[in-house]
């Protein structure tokens, strides 16, 4: 049974940069495929970024040039670089990845991310 476990989120200045982690474990199965996704309180969950099992990415019109996805093989690990972060960024941020060899999918438990003006 595969674990999507977070890190890297906390409280930034606006103009400031965090990475995000969400890192495999408890399982061999590499991650294919993965998403990013944020939700505000009182808004909805919204999806910011993607990599599909090719490696190619689309992004949320509102983070296009400040965000970018990526995917370490040797860790099995997901990334959310996050760049000239704004107020409005500030959400709940959790990813979603697909492990193809069992063509299964699992949620992380989210983390915080705080930008303050």
């Known amino acids: 049974q595969v674990k999507l476990v977070e890190s890297g989120g906390g409280l930034v200045q606006a103009g400031g940069s965090l990475r995000l982690s969400c890192a495999a474990s408890g399982s061999i199965s590499s991650i294919s495929a993965g998403d990013w996704y944020r939700q505000a309180p009182g808004k909805q969950r919204e999806l910011v970024a993607a990599i599909t099992s090719g490696g190619s990415t689309n992004y949320a019109d509102s983070v296009k040039g400040r965000f970018t996805i990526s995917r370490d093989g040797a860790k099995n690990t997901l990334y959310l670089q996050m760049n000239s972060l704004k107020p409005e960024d500030t959400a709940v941020y959790y990813c979603?990845?697909?492990?193809?060899?069992?063509?299964?999918?699992?949620w992380g438990q989210g983390t915080q991310v705080t930008v303050s003006s």
């Open positions: 979603y990845a697909l492990f193809g060899a069992t063509m299964t999918s699992y």
